[in-house]
C-alpha cells in the first residue's frame, strides 16, 4: 500500500519535471499538446470515477438514495471550497483540483489494500496516471504567477508525495474497519472529481478546430477500462 500511494505522489512530481521542457515550438503544437494533456487527465478522472470508484463506493453504502445524496454532497463540497479559495482569481484550478481529488482518493486507496479489494492496484494506477497531466499543468499554471519561481514550485510538489502514505495509512488503519464509510469516502471523491471535471478541466481542454484533446479524454479513459478489464474478478 506504501508503495502504490508513494508512486501516485510521485507522479505529481514527474508532471511538474516535464512541464520544465522548456518552450515547445511551433505555438501551435504546444498549446495543442497543453490541452491534450489536460484532456487525457480527464478522461483517466472518468474512468476512475466510472470504473472504480462508484462501482466499489455504491457497493459498500447498502442505500441507494443515500449513496446519491454522499455523491451530490461531493461535488456541493467541493464547490464551496472552490468558492472559498477564490480559484477564477488565483487562477490555479489545475493544483486545487489535483488536491482535491487526491486526498480523499489516496484515503479511499488505503482502505481497499487492507480489505484486499481487487481493484486498489488499478485504482492506485488511475490516480497517478492522473496525477501526472495535473502536475505537469498544475506546474506550468504556478509559473504562471507573478513572482513564481521554478525550483520553489518543485519543492512544494516534493512536499506532496508523502501526503498519499500518510492519508493511505490513516484509510488502512481506521477505513477499513468501516465499510460503509469507505463507500461514503469513494462516492464523494466522486461527486467532487465531476464537478471538478466540468467546472475547470474540461472547459481548459477544449480548443476550436482542433480534435488532439478530445481523443487525449478518450484515451484517457480507454487506459482506465483497460486495467479494469485486465484484473480478473473486477
Known sequence: ?????????????????????ERIRPKWLETELRHSIIAFGG????????????PEGSRL????????????????????????LGLRRRESPQFIAMMLDYLPESLALGGMFAIGATSAPLLALLIGLQNLPEGFNAYRELNSQPEAKPDRTLLHMCALIPLGPLV???????????A???????????????YLLFQDVAPQSHLDRHWAPALGAVLGFGIGMLGKLLIPGT
Open 1 to 21: 500500500m506504501l508503495l502504490f500511494t508513494t508512486f501516485a505522489g510521485f507522479c505529481i512530481l514527474l508532471g511538474g519535471l516535464a512541464a520544465r521542457v
Open 43 to 54: 478522461g483517466v478522472l472518468i474512468s476512475a470515477v466510472a470504473l472504480v470508484l462508484v
Open 61 to 84: 453504502v447498502p442505500s441507494a438514495t443515500v449513496a446519491s445524496l454522499i455523491l451530490v454532497s461531493g461535488g456541493v463540497v467541493f464547490f464551496l471550497v472552490e468558492r472559498y
Open 168 to 178: 493511505g495509512t490513516l484509510g488502512w488503519f481506521y477505513v477499513a474497519n468501516h
Open 180 to 194: 460503509v464509510f469507505m463507500g461514503g469516502i469513494m462516492l464523494f471523491a466522486s461527486g467532487g472529481i465531476l
